[in-house]
């Protein structure tokens, strides 16, 4: 089953040849701070997939509450989910090892939208879609 959740905003960006990339990302994710939502479960949304995940791509930042008219699907498809902790070590070691099983043909990425999903206890899953 599709999920709707309300859009925060959203920045293009680009993994390895954006200088921004951190600070882009860092001051989207601050947009949260003042609607307060902290407890509340929260998405990184990736999509608009240039080709790879070394090509340009869009991050949305979303929530389930209502905080804006502009309401963004999440599509009832095929994933591949990951755990990990909220922080950015344990974020980034995540992606990388999501990076490596697709290097090695591990992980048969679609491309179409994957996305993170911040829960208030700090735990955060991975989805990445998959043919």
Known sequence: MSKVVYLIGEIRTNNFTDKNLFEKIGSLWSKTNVLNIENDIKYGIYHQYE????????????????VSKENFVIPDQEYAVFECLQDEHSITETWK???????????????????????????????????
């Open 97 to 131: 090892k999501i990076w490596q099983l697709e290097e090695d043909k591990n992980l048969n990425r679609k491309y179409s939208l994957d996305f993170e999903k911040y829960y208030p206890d700090g735990k955060v899953e991975i989805h990445i879609a998959i043919l």
């Open 51 to 66: 080709s790879n995940y070394h090509g340009d791509y869009t991050l949305a930042i979303a929530t389930e509450t209502p």
